[in-house]
């Protein structure tokens, strides 16, 4: 393709000659796009991203995490009664409101810890093959995150309160807190429906009495 450049540069015309180096210059340029193209294509398949919905988890995933959640609230719950039992046998002389907050401890250990591995209780195949990881327990805003709660609260006074029975009130901020949600998403949203009713009602009435005296004037 350069011979024949040069050679139309040297024998032929000066439109010739052009023509020739404008076709030459549009075959390069094409070759080059389409080697452009061919590169792209080899690496795009690399560089893409998976796609689908990110952040969710598998059942199998789920199953895991509540296993470990639970296996950690339980060595919560065996560490705060020794610790517990332990300070009040060798430094106290344990007396009947040590063994009844005690007992009012283990009560609510049981029945959080009983509701959690209830919720994420799987659920197996006959040959053993996962079915249902059941309940996330580390799901955000969940009824688990309440009772997780509240037993990292009730170890917190119960080891406080080796220091002073006075730490076991900080325990009403259990209740205190069961009562705020109650309000929030059930007791406040009930009673604003209720005192909103009324004025829908006025309002009718206002309108219907409008149509009558419309009615009347024609």
């Given at each position: 393709?350069?011979?024949?450049?040069?050679?139309?540069?040297?024998?032929?015309?000066?439109a010739e000659?052009?023509?020739?180096?404008?076709?030459?210059?549009?075959?390069?340029?094409?070759?080059?796009?389409?080697l452009a193209?061919?590169?792209?294509?080899?690496?795009?398949?690399?560089?893409?991203?998976?796609?689908?919905?990110?952040?969710?988890?598998?059942?199998?995933?789920?199953?895991?995490?509540?296993?470990?959640?639970?296996?950690?609230?339980?060595?919560?719950?065996?560490?705060?009664?020794?610790?517990?039992?332990?300070?009040?046998?060798?430094?106290?002389?344990?007396?009947?409101?040590t063994w009844?907050?005690?007992?009012?401890?283990?009560?609510?250990?049981?029945?959080?810890?009983?509701?959690?591995?209830?919720?994420?209780?799987?659920?197996?195949?006959?040959?053993?093959?996962?079915?249902?990881?059941?309940?996330?327990?580390?799901?955000?805003?969940?009824?688990?995150?309440?009772?997780?709660?509240?037993?990292?609260?009730?170890?917190?006074?119960?080891?406080?309160?080796?220091?002073?029975?006075?730490?076991?009130?900080?325990?009403?901020?259990?209740?205190?807190?069961?009562?705020?949600?109650?309000?929030?998403?059930?007791?406040?949203?009930?009673?604003?429906?209720?005192?909103?009713?009324?004025?829908?009602?006025?309002?009718?009435?206002?309108?219907?009495?409008?149509?009558?005296?419309?009615?009347?004037?024609?």
């Amino acid at each position: 393709m350069d011979d024949a450049l040069s050679s139309g540069m040297c024998t032929g015309t000066r439109a010739e000659a052009l023509e020739l180096f404008h076709y030459h210059v549009d075959l390069n340029s094409n070759n080059t796009r389409c080697l452009a193209m061919s590169m792209l294509a080899s690496v795009q398949p690399h560089s893409q991203q998976p796609k689908g919905k990110i952040g969710t988890k598998g059942k199998k995933q789920i199953h895991e995490e509540n296993e470990a959640t639970l296996k950690f609230y339980t060595r919560v719950i065996l560490g705060a009664n020794t610790i517990y039992t332990a300070v009040n046998l060798l430094f106290y002389d344990p007396s009947f409101w040590t063994w009844l907050l005690l007992l009012f401890a283990l009560v609510v250990y049981i029945g959080s810890y009983r509701s959690m591995a209830a919720m994420s209780k799987p659920v197996f195949a006959g040959d053993g093959s996962l079915l249902d990881g059941g309940i996330d327990l580390n799901m955000e805003q969940g009824m688990a995150e309440h009772l997780k709660d509240v037993i990292l609260l009730t170890a917190i006074v119960q080891v406080l309160s080796t220091l002073s029975s006075y730490f076991w009130y900080l325990w009403l901020l259990a209740p205190a807190r069961a009562l705020q949600l109650l309000w929030v998403n059930f007791l406040g949203p009930w009673f604003s429906s209720e005192s909103s009713a009324p004025p829908e009602e006025v309002n009718e009435k206002k309108q219907r009495r409008q149509e009558r005296r419309q009615m009347k004037r024609f």
